[in-house]
């Protein structure tokens, strides 16, 4: 055998680094297409454009919503469109005066996959939504006027022709408030799902397992971690460790 040439090494050394640090990349730039994707979301339901954020998920994609699970692009047109939109503005297309439907989308941590096909996300939302004084002959009657909310996902991405979607979305309210009394006050509005599509025409395609039913506010449910604790680790990541 020959010797080994310190230049074959350092020629190694330095392709083993280049390698490392375009994949690095390549997950930042997946990290942040993922970002934009689940902003693009949110701004979307803002403006109930059900079409659009239906385009945001997977051929199989699934939302998870008050204990229900709605599958595929009908699914989610349905939540979104029929079931969200339908309530806050007669199915029309927003923005629609009088009507605040905000959702701000934040403190998000993702996790790509080492291969860069699948990621996690952990997002928490808030949501500000009423109506002006000037138009409430337009408001759903079971909502309040003003109503605010906050809920923490946990979302599964893919990569599906090179371009992230959103695989399950799946949302976990935290509580919710009628504005002028407070979430000291206030029974939530919306509860768990009890009735599949198509006995309840806006329902989910599933429930979700008795085990997993999500009663709302004031009631609280944890939300796991995809990731470990940067201190703690697999303690804190629903890991059993010895």
């Known amino acids: 055998m020959g010797e080994i040439r310190m230049t074959d090494v350092l020629d190694k050394a330095a392709t083993a680094?280049?390698?490392?640090?375009?994949?690095?990349?390549?997950?930042?730039?997946?990290?942040?297409?993922?970002?934009?994707?689940?902003?693009?979301?949110?701004?979307?339901?803002?403006?109930?454009?059900?079409?659009?954020?239906a385009q945001l998920f997977s051929e199989d994609g699934v939302v998870v919503f008050l204990?229900?699970?709605y599958v595929g692009h009908a699914g989610v047109k349905r939540?979104?469109?029929d079931w969200i939109a339908g309530r806050f503005t007669g199915g029309r297309p927003g923005p629609v005066d009088g009507l605040l439907l905000d959702h701000f989308q934040m403190q998000d941590i993702i996790t790509v996959a080492p291969d860069r096909q699948t990621a996690k996300g952990r997002f928490r939302g808030m949501l500000f939504g009423g109506w002006h004084d000037d138009f409430q002959d337009t408001r759903e009657e079971m909502m309040p006027q003003q109503f605010m909310e906050a809920g923490i996902y946990e979302n599964d991405y893919v990569l599906e022709n090179g371009v992230w979607k959103i695989k399950r979305l799946d949302y976990m309210m935290q509580?919710?408030?009628?504005?002028?009394?407070?979430?000291?006050?206030?029974?939530?509005?919306l509860q768990p799902a009890a009735k599949t599509f198509p006995e309840d025409p806006l329902g989910p395609d599933r429930l979700l397992p008795e085990s997993e039913h999500r009663p709302t506010w004031p009631f609280r449910r944890d939300v796991p971690m995809h990731f470990a604790h940067p201190r703690f680790g697999a303690v804190l990541a629903g890991q059993q460790v010895s």
Do not use: C, K, M
Not at 175 to 189: I, P
């Open 79 to 81: 939540l979104y469109g």
């Open 175 to 189: 509580w919710q408030s009628n504005y002028e009394d407070g979430w000291a006050h206030t029974t939530s509005h």
């Open 67 to 69: 204990s229900g699970e």
């Open 17 to 53: 680094r280049l390698d490392a640090l375009e994949h690095r990349v390549g997950e930042l730039e997946d990290i942040n297409a993922i970002r934009r994707l689940h902003w693009a979301y949110g701004y979307y339901i803002d403006f109930n454009q059900p079409e659009e954020v």
